[in-house]
């Protein structure tokens, strides 16, 4: 697949997502973005870059810590949630640039903390969109990457992508944690610190704010019911009549640039 198609994807499902993935309770919690903020140590002076920022819900929580805030998105429907989020809110430090997250259109260092969270997983090339991030990092500053993480194993890392590409088609691949973490190298940063928490829910509410194309729906139910047997996925799944709930593994790694 080429970028060009791949972006069309991303851009088709995020307008479609964009009411439903920006309100759904598992997103917007608050506990779980108060975790990414400390993780970034802010700073009043600090100037924030969250980058695929979506419907801005990142953005928002560190205005209230921070001289200014920018999100970036490529998709112009969550830039519209995410500017009508800051003004429910008040913010006026904040602000929405709509771009192509693998050329940022900022200088060198013009940020001294940037985020992504929910994103790596999306890209075809997520080690290319790191070192972009890298690039407009002070030295100094701090890069915080936020993601879910698939097992270990690789059958059932495999299982799990073909679940989650089959439940929304822009997904790329799920990086292992080892994976998301020898990024960091990669990318000229040192080891990141890392926090954990669960992505949790029912598959109904996850599928209600999904867009798998006609029929999937069904093929996904099954593989949750199948994984609650024999773990195929390699995530927690707990099914009790009708309900099946999960709870995706998260990752918040954290890492300073170096001076």
């Not at 506990?31 to 695929?52: E, G, H, Q, S, T």
């Not at 001294?112 to 030295?139: G, K, N």
């Amino acid at each position: 697949m080429t970028d060009a198609n791949h972006q069309d994807l991303i851009l088709d499902q995020f307008t479609r997502q964009a009411t439903v993935f920006s309100t759904a309770a598992a997103i917007t919690d608050e506990d779980a973005l108060k975790m990414i903020v400390a993780a970034a140590r802010p700073a009043y002076d600090d100037r924030v870059l969250d980058v695929a920022c979506g419907p801005g819900l990142v953005v928002c929580a560190f205005a209230r810590y921070v001289r200014e805030a920018i999100g970036i998105d490529v998709t112009p429907a969550m830039l519209e949630r995410a500017a009508k989020l800051a003004a429910d809110n008040g913010l006026a430090n904040v602000a929405w640039h709509h771009g192509d997250v693998y050329s940022l259109p900022y200088d060198d260092g013009d940020f001294t903390i940037v985020t992504t969270r929910f994103s790596f997983h999306h890209f075809l090339d997520p080690a290319a969109v790191l070192r972009e991030m890298v690039r407009v990092c002070a030295p100094g500053g701090r890069i915080v990457v936020v993601d879910d993480y698939a097992s270990e194993n690789p059958a059932k890392a495999a299982a799990f992508n073909r679940l989650e590409k089959l439940r929304d088609p822009s997904h790329s691949r799920c990086l292992t944690l080892c994976e998301l973490k020898g990024l960091f190298g990669t990318a000229g940063l040192p080891e990141p610190d890392s926090t954990f928490y669960e992505l949790r829910g029912d598959v109904r509410g996850l599928l209600a704010r999904s867009f798998p194309n006609p029929g999937d729906d069904l093929k996904i139910i099954e593989m949750f019911k199948a994984s609650a047997l024999d773990d195929r996925l390699g995530i927690p799944i707990h099914v009790d009549a009708d309900r099946i709930d999960y709870a995706y593994p998260v990752a918040i790694l954290a890492a300073a640039r170096p001076a």
